[in-house]
């Protein structure tokens, strides 16, 4: 089982930027996938979360407006799209997945290694 983070980096206030989570080794269309990030010195924390098959997503509220969830099961991969990004915004970005078996339930999960978002001028 692997996830892959990618498309971090260092981005202007207000700027725009999308994240990608590649994965493999699992039935990825059978699997719930979240973002979560962990800022400096803070705990980690959901940031959005999409359904197995893309139909239900829901967001954490201060990205509510500003970050869109989405999913693509052919190509295994799941993304973050952010924009209006502020310095609050930067932190480790995490791609978790996580066997989903009906509505609400849940089994084992997988986490990505991360990648870093800078909001910076």
């Known amino acids: 089982v692997q996830l892959v983070e990618s498309g971090g980096g260092l981005v202007q206030p207000g700027g725009s930027l999308r994240v990608s989570c590649a994965a493999s080794?699992?039935?990825?269309?059978?699997?719930?996938m979240r973002w979560d990030r962990q800022a400096t010195g803070k705990e980690r924390d959901l940031v959005a979360a999409i359904s197995r098959t893309g139909r239900s997503t829901n967001y954490a509220d201060s990205v509510k407006g500003r970050f869109t969830i989405s999913r693509d099961n052919a190509k295994n991969t799941a993304y973050l799209q952010m924009n209006s990004l502020t310095p609050e915004d930067t932190a480790v970005y995490y791609c978790?997945?996580?066997?989903?078996?009906?509505?609400?339930?849940?089994?084992?999960?997988?986490w990505g290694e991360g990648t870093l978002v800078t909001v910076s001028s």
């Open positions: 978790n997945a996580q066997r989903e078996y009906g509505p609400g339930i849940y089994g084992k999960d997988y």
């Open positions: 080794g699992f039935t990825f269309s059978n699997y719930r």
